[in-house]
């Protein structure tokens, strides 16, 4: 069984980069077998048609408006992914990938077990910000639920031995990179 484990999201607005900062953090916790790929799709969109039509089983991670408080998790699985997408536009990039599922439907080659795991967001509107407290205390519980999921599904998961420098993400737009903040920065600009 071939298994997709996606994050999609854009990182430039604060929670909507929740999908891409936890698959990049569950890269870094687990090694996988040759047939699992761990993919960025960040807003990609139908470009990520090529990964799901062939993927058998397909883990995504996301931020999606459920209407909740910030940083609920909730996982939904199968026939309720496309369907729940698409209740509320949150980002441009999320109707993109219902147009993706429904683009391996027509296809013929849609994921035979489809799980998403999403948590509700408190900001996307600070460009260039990084991920709310709510929807970083998430990645643990996130990280925990596709771990279930994917032992459910038979995926063969393997957790680093240390707290691994392997990274998915092969520039400075990593997390660890990205929303560092210089030491003393906060002093330098307060009056």
């Not at 909507?16 to 687990?30: M, W």
């Not at 599922?101 to 013929?108: K, M, Q, S, V, Y």
């Not at 035979?112 to 509107?125: K, M, S, V």
């Not at 771990?147 to 063969?156: F, H, S």
Request: proline share 5%.
């Amino acid at each position: 069984m071939r298994t997709l484990i996606l994050g999609i999201g854009n990182i430039l607005w604060a929670d909507e980069g929740f999908g891409v900062r936890a698959v990049e953090a569950f890269h870094a916790r687990f090694e996988t077998g040759n047939d699992v790929t761990i993919l960025d799709g960040g807003t990609q969109g139908l470009y990520l048609v090529q990964f799901v039509e062939t993927c058998d089983q397909l883990l995504v991670l996301d931020a999606i408006d459920y209407g909740l408080e910030p940083g609920t998790l909730r996982v939904m699985r199968d026939a309720d992914v496309p369907h729940f997408m698409g209740a509320k536009k949150m980002s441009l990039h999320q109707t993109g990938f219902q147009e993706v599922l429904a683009a391996a439907d027509l296809l013929g080659r849609y994921p035979t077990r489809l799980a998403l795991i999403g948590c509700q967001p408190q900001d996307l509107e600070d460009w260039g910000g990084p991920l709310t407290a709510p929807a970083a205390a998430a990645i643990e519980p996130a990280l925990a639920a596709a771990e279930q999921i994917l032992t459910e599904w038979g995926v063969d998961l393997r957790r680093r031995d240390d707290a691994s420098d392997e990274r998915l993400l092969a520039h400075d737009l990593d997390h660890r990179h990205y929303e560092r903040r210089p030491c003393g920065a906060e002093e330098e600009t307060s009056p």
